[in-house]
């Protein structure tokens, strides 16, 4: 089974009641997730989206690019909740994910792999290390970012949180 990051769009009231009853906010994100199963939507118009097996990349390459919020594994963790897949869930609050969407207004999916090369990942440890250590492209992992991108901004212009697992 690969581990999956996945993140779930929610209004300020939803993440409020998610943070004080995480057993209600699985079974809300569970059923958006069934529903988006059924119709595909582009990133800006979901409620719920993952990036695949690209987070630890996306995240060790935010980290040296030295990005402002962590927005592959959140930045607060929700007190006793369950385990979503790999662990409890995380979020970010609507001005933690307004921080997040300017900044990554202002770094495209190309400048965050330039100069990277799939050697580095590797070395790094970076998940999945396989596909580094084959020396496969970092376009899967710009690609990932650039709907993240379109993700977060339509969260911060509707002034929403952000729910944040691997699952």
């Known amino acids: 089974m690969s581990m999956i990051g996945e993140y779930a769009r929610v209004t300020a009231a939803e993440l409020d009641r998610a943070t004080g009853d995480p057993e ?7 059923g958006w997730w069934e529903t988006a199963g059924e119709e595909a939507q582009e990133p800006d118009e979901a409620r719920c989206l ?17 990005f402002p919020v962590d927005v592959v594994h959140g930045e607060e963790a929700i007190a006793d909740a369950e385990d ?29 792999v330039s100069g990277v090369a799939p050697a580095a990942l ?3 440890e970076v998940y999945p290390v396989i596909v580094w250590q084959r020396g496969e492209s970092l376009d899967y992992v710009s690609e990932h970012y ?3 991108r379109l993700f977060f901004r339509a969260a911060a212009d509707d ?9």
């Open 146 to 148: 650039e709907r993240l």
């Open 122 to 124: 590797a070395e790094a």
């Open 84 to 112: 979503w897949g790999y662990g409890p869930p995380r979020y970010l609050t609507p001005a933690r994910v307004r921080v997040a969407a300017d900044a990554m207004a202002e770094l495209s999916g190309a400048s965050l």
């Open 24 to 30: 209600w906010a699985l079974k809300l994100v569970s």
């Open 50 to 66: 993952d990036i695949d097996k690209a987070w630890d990349a996306l995240g060790f390459l935010l980290r040296r690019a030295g």
């Open 159 to 167: 002034g929403e949180g952000m729910l944040i697992w691997l699952g």
